[in-house]
């Protein structure tokens, strides 16, 4: 029994993520990632264990060191293996986004990438002078000048739109294969990167939670 209240012999099993996202302003240890630990009485305390509070919405950088430190301050001889992240992102916002102004969002960006896809296309298609290709390309298979709208125009509409619908392996919300689409690789590439710039900038201006 003793054993059990002093954390010796016992093993906490911790799995931070990178970072996480609360819209309350009190972070608890088990809001950064996964806990096991044998020990049940110990595991539901320290799943309550505190470890910072926001005054205001943003983010704070917290060390696994800072974690460690906090868990030794009620278990002092308990062994805590690390299975995840060495540093947590943690952010803080005050609410959660509107439903509505999400859809807005969304509505605006789809239509800036819709003229901004069609612009680039057509100013690529004029650089390289598509329409004198393909009038030459239909004079030398049918022997005759070509129309306003020849099959060639069709074929090749056709065969871009379902080209970009199968490399982006994504119509409507429906997926073609179960992969992630090259939009969704990018975009964790970018999170990573934005995680990695926020942990390393803290770090330097001394403003993450760290042991001291």
Do not use: W
């Not at 595991?43 to 505190?50: M, P, S």
């Not at 906090?70 to 308990?78: C, D, G």
């Not at 789809?110 to 004079?139: P, R, W």
Request: glycine share 8%.
């Amino acid at each position: 029994m003793a054993s059990g209240l002093s954390g010796q012999n016992d093993t906490l099993y911790i799995r931070p993520e990178r970072s996480i996202l609360s819209y309350e302003p009190k972070i608890y240890l088990k809001d950064l990632g996964g806990l096991e630990c044998a020990n049940s009485d110990m595991l539901a305390r320290l799943k309550a264990l505190k470890i910072y509070e926001f005054r205001n919405a943003g983010n704070m950088v917290c060390t696994v060191t800072k974690l460690v430190e906090e868990i030794h301050k009620i278990y002092p001889e308990l062994t805590v293996v690390n299975l995840g992240e060495m540093d947590v992102i943690m952010e803080y916002r005050e609410k959660k986004p509107s439903p509505v102004a999400q859809y807005i969002k969304v509505g605006i960006i789809c239509v800036l990438l819709f003229f901004g896809a069609a612009f680039t296309i057509t100013a690529f298609h004029n650089d390289i002078g598509i329409t004198d290709v393909f009038e030459k390309f239909y004079q030398q298979i049918v022997g005759a000048k070509k129309p306003d709208i020849s099959p060639i125009e069709v074929g090749y509409s056709l065969g871009l739109a379902v080209g970009i619908v199968i490399f982006y392996n994504h119509f409507g919300k429906r997926k073609l294969t179960h992969d992630p689409t090259p939009i969704q690789v990018q975009m964790r590439k970018y999170e990573q990167d934005v995680d990695q710039a926020i942990i390393e900038n803290s770090a330097r201006r001394g403003e993450n939670l760290d042991v001291s």
